[in-house]
């Protein structure tokens, strides 16, 4: 699998690993540990990805994917309730999905 990986990033250069950010991103993290049953290092890697404004997490934690996107959801709830939420526009991926998602937009163009 990390064969697959290595040529995705070198198949696709705006692909990127990011960091979790400062404060904000720590804080980000907390509050997922707060709301979710996930455990620390999946609340940083689902941190990092939602303060970096990532469009895709790519995971092949399928326990990840589903509370990942739980509490995005929820989230997505208040914040249509509330102004000062901003939308999360985050999808949780696996390799495959992603993979797919690449070929379709391949034949697109």
Do not use: Q
């Not at 990033?9 to 979790?20: G, P, T």
Request: net charge neutral.
């Amino acid at each position: 699998m990390w064969e697959g990986i290595k040529n995705l990033f070198a198949s696709y250069k705006f692909i990127e690993f990011v960091n979790l950010d400062g404060a904000v991103g720590w804080n980000i993290a907390l509050g997922i540990c707060r709301v979710g049953n996930l455990d620390a290092d999946d609340s940083i890697h689902l941190a990092s990805a939602i303060g970096s404004g990532c469009t895709v997490l790519l995971s092949s934690d399928s326990f990840l994917k589903k509370e990942g996107m739980r509490i995005i959801a929820g989230h997505n709830d208040v914040a249509k309730k509330d102004s000062s939420f901003k939308k999360i526009s985050l999808e949780i991926l696996t390799p495959e999905e992603v993979l797919s998602k690449l070929d379709k937009s391949k034949k697109v163009k």
